[in-house]
């Protein structure tokens, strides 16, 4: 009676991975670290562009207040966008608290975003703005995007006590928090920063109009993050809508090219550019190519490496 | 069959003190009737030890005591109290009867298993007690086998009083006549018969009763024995539930009303979470000095019980359309609804749960106004800037989490509602159109907004945009994607019928 006791005593302090093949012993984790780790791969809200997911280290963290800053033209509104189209449309409900109202409904549905799940809310103001987050937050959303839009920020960056407060919600209601704002402005309450800069926007056709806008490339730096210090930063590219949908259909190109930037009714016949040709077609610069020969983005050295 | 019976004496007094517990402490008489004529129904204890006794007139009353406070009997208070009670019966037994004027009957046969103690029928009416407490309604209890002897035991002190199995008749025998409430004539025939108490009563024959005093005389033979002919009869619950009071002084501002309904609801929202229910919606009844009544009704996005909900959205309507007259007395009815909680999941994304989500929406339109927050729709037509909001009520999540899906990477665009008027400078090309070279702000443009102002780097155009021309809402725009030298690219329109330029989108 005692000796098989004593067996399957010592069965289960065994590791539980023993007698498995290594590749298989690699993916597997005791169920008391899933227990305690507060950020699993569920936790995370990962925006569906890889450049961006891998300087938040596979997505936005729950608990956490994470700041995006980066002036206008810079593509932050872009990668917000991202992040709540790949959240609605995994199931998730996300807020969006529009300081400005600027977003637009169609190209976000175009983005991918499912907006049955979005809640948006306009406030006047940045203390209304913050506000609203908190309320959202408290409010059990899993994911809130605090979005103050463009320079000047109305109603000035809000006081330091309301950011404060607002990640403590966030860390309470274990709620994800984006901060998007043109300069930054969440002070110390924020666990992570990101600033994006926009490199250049890129054209299609040469010479005076018509020419088509392409997208936009930029880089995205890792300002300060506590669960990975060392700063980084990644090149992508946004590209404009329409574009992608010609440049994956060359045959309906031509037909395709008058409504590519407007889903408007175009009335009078768009001028027409010159036939790529060898002599006067303008090629894209060196890195641009590089960075659409790439899937979507490229990583970076550190902060400071000199671009190309 | 055992019957409970849960009575609180003094009750229009209990009823108004429910209301309004800061009286607790004084000395407080309920009087019915107006001016002088008006009489004392019930006083608390504080007045009673000065003199004062029921009957007494109002003049008599202040003679007495200078400093009485006075209220009229307020039926919604009464009313109020009286759901109160039957709801604190139907937490114990599902067979509750009404007997009226805070009084209830239950029946307990089986409870008693649920209270493991020496005498579990004692440790129940201690339950009952409490609970009817806790509702802000002190209460005596008695138990019994039947509804008669249960309420003769819920009239005595020390309570609750506990009539053994059987003994009905032995309880009742020492008790004076008064108990069974007879009717006056026949207590005056009794009295002449040198009956005083029920056990003398019940030791003369049945048959000569009956023939000399009829069949009310018989009756009350019958309840002296301890028989009660009349059988429980469980009341249906009802379907809603009414909160409210009348005000002394009518109120002519919003806070002082909101200070008052928030007590209400929150007793409402008490008797809600008893009945485990949440309010779906509330109906508010408000008479208006000198007459009328304001009636209003609120939908809630799901089933609360969360006073700060309600009463906020109290708050929202009223400030919307205020009642336009002085409120002399308010009523709150709810609608009942089960609560929907969140269905669990162990693969998929975790639901918000309804109720919170209610009260988050709740708060933001108080927050905001209501017009600030919902689901972006997109309604029909071109424009850019066009947009609508409906009501945000997503729907359940999947029930497995879908892979992560590669992201579009799409460029987007920050709508400037209403748009950036612009001064734009144009140059003519070979075949005269017309294209952007420098955008600046136009002239007395206000301050404080967004500066777009440069030369033009790349101008791609222009996009022609008509719409609207058969609603007799024509626009006509030609639209063009700027990049400034050292800013960013911009989407701004000509409108063809003006002339004018503006701004209209950033990428970004």
Redesign the interface.
């Known amino acids: 009676m005692g000796a098989p006791l004593r067996k399957s005593h010592r069965l289960l302090h065994r590791a539980p991975s023993a007698g498995l093949p290594a590749e298989l012993r690699a993916h597997l984790s005791p169920a008391r670290e899933l227990l305690d780790s507060p950020s699993g791969q569920e936790e995370l809200f990962a925006s569906g562009l890889p450049a961006l997911d891998r300087l938040l280290a596979g997505g936005l963290p729950r608990g956490m207040l994470v700041e995006l800053r980066g002036r206008q033209g810079s593509g932050r509104f872009s990668l917000v966008l991202a992040l709540l189209a790949a959240a609605t449309a995994r199931g998730e409900a996300a807020a969006l608290i529009d300081l400005g109202g600027q977003l637009d409904p169609e190209r976000a549905t175009a983005c991918g975003a499912d907006l049955s799940r979005l809640l948006w809310v306009h406030p006047h103001t940045t203390r209304e703005a913050l506000a609203a987050a908190e309320i959202a937050l408290a409010g059990a959303l899993p994911l809130v995007v605090l979005e103050l839009g463009l320079p000047p920020i109305p109603g000035g960056r809000g006081a330091e006590a309301a950011w404060l407060r607002l990640a403590r919600a966030a860390r309470g209601h274990r709620g994800a928090l984006l901060v998007s704002a043109p300069y930054r402005a969440s002070g110390t309450a924020a666990a992570e920063v990101l600033a994006a800069r926009p490199l250049q926007g890129e054209w299609h056709g040469a010479g005076p109009a018509p020419r088509l806008l392409r997208g936009l490339a930029l880089a995205v730096e890792r300002e300060k993050s506590r669960r990975h210090p060392q700063p980084e930063t990644v090149e992508l590219v946004l590209r404009a809508a329409g574009w992608e949908a010609m440049a994956a259909d060359p045959a309906t190109a031509e037909r395709r090219r008058r409504p590519l930037s407007l889903a408007g009714r175009v009335t009078t016949p768009f001028p027409r550019p010159s036939p790529p040709s060898a002599g006067k077609r303008r090629e894209p610069p060196a890195h641009f190519s590089r960075l659409l020969a790439s899937p979507l983005s490229s990583a970076r050295g550190p902060a400071g490496a000199a671009r190309p | 069959m055992r019957v409970a019976c849960l009575a609180v004496p003094l009750f229009p007094l209990a009823a108004r003190l429910r209301s309004e517990p800061e009286l607790l402490a004084e000395a407080v008489a309920v009087v019915a009737g107006n001016g002088p004529t008006a009489r004392v129904v019930v006083a608390s204890r504080r007045a009673r030890q000065r003199g004062l006794r029921p009957g007494a007139t109002l003049p008599q009353a202040r003679a007495l005591l200078p400093h009485l406070l006075t209220r009229p009997r307020d039926p919604e208070c009464e009313r109020a109290a009286q759901e109160a009670l039957l709801e604190v019966a139907e937490r114990f037994s599902p067979r509750v009867e009404d007997g009226g004027e805070g009084e209830v009957y239950l029946e307990v046969s089986g409870c008693e298993h649920h209270f493991r103690d020496e005498h579990p029928e004692a440790a129940l009416a201690r339950a009952l007690l409490a609970a009817a407490q806790r509702e802000g309604l002190p209460a005596r209890a008695g138990v019994a086998g039947s509804k008669l002897a249960a309420r003769v035991a819920a009239g005595l002190t020390p309570s609750p009083r506990i009539v053994p199995p059987g003994e009905e008749a032995l309880f009742l025998a020492p008790l004076p006549l008064s108990r069974l409430t007879p009717e006056l004539e026949l207590a005056e025939t009794l009295h002449r018969w040198g009956i005083g108490s029920i056990g003398e009563l019940a030791r003369l024959p049945a048959a000569e009763v009956a023939s000399r005093l009829g069949e009310a005389g018989q009756q009350l033979h019958a309840r002296a024995r301890g028989l009660d002919p009349q059988p429980l009869v469980a009341r249906v619950p009802p379907p809603d539930f009414r909160e409210g009071m009348s005000l002394e002084w009518p109120l002519t501002s919003l806070e002082p009303f909101l200070f008052l309904a928030r007590t209400s609801l929150g007793r409402l929202c008490r008797r809600l979470d008893g009945q485990g229910l949440g309010c779906a919606r509330l109906e508010v009844s408000l008479r208006l000095e000198p007459d009328g009544f304001c009636e209003r009704s609120i939908t809630l996005p799901a089933p609360s019980r969360d006073v700060k909900t309600l009463l906020t959205l109290v708050r929202l309507d009223l400030e919307r359309d205020p009642p336009g007259a002085p409120v002399g007395g308010f009523t709150f009815a709810a609608r009942p609804d089960r609560p929907r909680g969140s269905q669990l999941t162990l693969f ?3 639901e ?2 309804p109720d ?2 209610a ?3 709740a ?2 339109f108080a ?2 106004g209501p017009e ?7 309604p029909d037509g ?1 424009r ?1 800037e066009r ?3 409906v009501e ?4 359940p ?2 029930r497995e ?2 892979a ?14 209403p748009p950036v008027p612009l001064e734009v400078l144009v140059e003519a ?1 070979r075949d005269g ?1 017309e ?1 952007p070279v420098e955008v600046r702000p136009a002239p007395g443009e206000e301050a ?1 907004r ?1 500066a777009i102002d440069g030369r033009v780097r ?10 609207g021309w058969w609603r007799g809402e024509p626009v006509a725009r030609e ?3 700027v ?1 400034l030298e050292g ?3 911009y ?1 701004i329109y000509r409108d063809r019928e003006r002339g004018d330029w503006f701004a209209d ?4």
């Open positions: 998929g994304p975790r918000v749960p919170r989500l009260t988050t929406l708060r933001l927050l905001l600030r927050a919902g689901t972006p729709a997109v071109h850019p947009f609508a909001l945000f009520a997503p729907p999540p999947p989490r879908p992560p899906a590669a992201g579009r990477g799409l460029l987007q665009v920050r709508v400037l509602r090309g159109a294209t404080g967004l790349v101008a791609s155009g222009p996009w022609e945009l008509e719409e639209y063009w994607d990049e800013s960013g690219i989407r989108g950033v990428y970004d």
